[in-house]
T-cell receptor, first 113, second 116 residues
Framework: AQSVTQLDSQVPVFEEAPVELRCNYS??????LFWYVQYPNQGLQLLLK??????LVESINGFEAEFNKSQTSFHLRKPSVHISDTAEYFC???????????FGTGTSLTVIP | DTGVSQDPRHKITKRGQNVTFRCDPI?????LYWYRQTLGQGPEFLTY????????KSRLLSDRFSAERPKGSFSTLEIQRTEQGDSAMYLC??????????????FGPGTRLTVT
């Protein structure tokens, strides 16, 4: 069965420090990979995506994620976090068979001033 | 606003009552999805439509749940005889196929259901 694992349920980090949120998925067949962010009392927003091409993808607010096929991972990183980055982050995988997304259980990022 | 909208944003109901939620997708998107999200969990897939056809349903979708998308535009999700375990955030998403074959999903703000 396909699954998505986010091992870290909560990640506290000081402002301006780097952060990595981990995501692993169960199968190495063709996949499309996404990170979504959910701010308090808001809906899920697409943060970045890997569809094909370069394995390193970036968002407009400084996050990046790297697709690693051999390790079936898509970890999210930011070199220097802001208070405004405090949110819940969800990794999602769409297998090439299509039809639905599988989400991880989420990682709550708390940036400490 | 051209994003996905959901109505209502919050619903409080008594156990045993029926509730209906509406989702209006992004207009050019042909796929529409429903998810349920409980506290501390990621969204769980319930069902999806391609145009007006309901193509897949999760086993989470018991007989008390029904979804429709009659004209291939907006969709409704109805829960009959609500139970306290139905309390959750119900998310709607829509998508159109990207050039690379993926269906990127865009989410609405959700409807938070509380069953008392």
């Amino acid at each position: 069965a396909q699954s998505v694992t986010q091992l870290d349920s909560q990640v506290p980090v000081f402002e301006e420090a780097p952060v990595e949120l981990r995501c692993n998925y169960s199968s190495s067949v063709s996949v499309y990979l996404f990170w979504y962010v959910q701010y308090p009392n808001q809906g899920l927003q697409l943060l970045l995506k890997y569809l094909s091409g370069s394995t390193l993808v970036e968002s407009i607010n400084g996050f990046e994620a790297e697709f690693n096929k051999s390790q079936t991972s898509f970890h999210l990183r930011k070199p220097s976090v802001h208070i405004s980055d405090t949110a819940e982050y969800f990794c999602a995988v769409e297998w090439d068979t299509g039809n639905q997304f599988y989400f991880g259980t989420g990682t709550s990022l708390t940036v400490i001033p | 606003d051209t994003g996905v909208s959901q109505d209502p944003r919050h619903k409080i109901t008594k156990r045993g009552q029926n509730v209906t939620f509406r989702c209006d997708p992004i207009s050019e998107h042909n796929r529409l999805y429903w998810y349920r999200q409980t506290l501390g969990q990621g969204p769980e897939f319930l069902t999806y439509f391609q145009n007006e056809a309901q193509l897949e349903k999760s086993r989470l979708l018991s007989d008390r749940f029904s979804a429709e998308r009659p004209k291939g535009s907006f969709s409704t999700l109805e829960i009959q005889r609500t139970e306290q375990g139905d309390s959750a955030m119900y998310l709607c998403a829509s998508s159109g196929q990207s050039g690379q074959g993926a269906y990127e999903q865009y989410f609405g703000p959700g409807t938070r259901l509380t069953v008392t």
